[in-house]
């Protein structure tokens, strides 16, 4: 059962563009939602996390959470060869459970 | 890295061998979690614990086993292993009181030959 579904690309925007990394979710129960960047080789490390509907911005980073559409995206404005990466989308599974659900992630590549 | 070590980082093994990978935390965390993961699935709980001897199953469980005798170790056995639990196993903790973010370990690759 896939209840988080992400583009596995890869996604490759020109340095200094906007990238945009889209999930959806099949849970309508979902409170919380996350969203991590993985470096090859590396563990996942968390951007991301917002629980609201509506955007939540933090520096070049904006997530934006609609419930009603089951969607929860992650811009990442002025973007740069460092941000070349997979991201990962989670959400916290409904129903008191303390447990994370995992996209299989997006690879994004920002060319220089 | 939120104080979470696992060991080893690298291990390489044969099928029928049993292998325990052990991750340690240093901040006391409640909880703590072991995922595996492989291209074209993702991340994938295995097992979780949410308290010393009190642990849960994860979505793909089957082959694994785990314990918690302390706050600060999260041990995952596989009996015996399989050329399928050749992956990449991360440790994660959740983070305090009220937050259900999670932090996760530098990982193991393990490779079942």
């Known amino acids: 059962q896939k209840e988080v579904e992400q583009n596995s690309g890869p996604l490759s925007v020109p340095e200094g563009a906007i990238a945009s990394l889209n999930c959806t979710y099949s849970d309508r129960g979902s409170q919380s939602f996350f969203w991590y960047r993985q470096y090859s080789g590396k563990s996942p490390e968390l951007i991301m996390f917002i629980y609201s509907n509506g955007d939540k911005e933090d520096g070049r980073f904006t997530a934006q959470l609609n419930k009603a559409s089951q969607y929860v995206s992650l811009l990442i404005r002025d973007s740069q060869p460092s941000d070349s990466a997979t991201y990962l989308c989670?959400?916290?599974?409904?129903?008191?459970?303390?447990?994370?659900?995992f996209g299989k992630g997006t690879k994004l590549t920002v060319n220089p | 890295d939120a104080g979470i070590t696992q060991s080893p980082r690298h291990k390489v093994t044969e099928t029928g061998t049993p292998v325990t990978l052990r991750c340690h935390q240093t901040e006391n965390h409640r909880y703590m979690y072991w995922y595996r993961q492989d291209p074209g699935h993702g991340l994938r709980l295995i097992h979780y614990s949410y308290g010393v001897k009190d642990t849960d199953k994860g979505e793909v469980s089957d082959g694994y086993s785990v314990s918690r005798s302390k706050t600060e170790d999260f041990l995952l056995t596989l009996e015996s292993a399989t050329s399928s639990q050749t992956s990449v196993y991360f440790c994660?903790?959740?983070?305090?009181?009220?937050?259900?973010?999670?932090?996760f370990g530098p990982g193991t690759r393990l490779t079942v030959l």
């Open positions: 989670a959400l916290r599974v409904q129903g008191g459970s303390e447990k994370l659900v």
């Open positions: 994660a903790i959740r983070a305090g009181q009220g937050s259900d973010t999670q932090y």
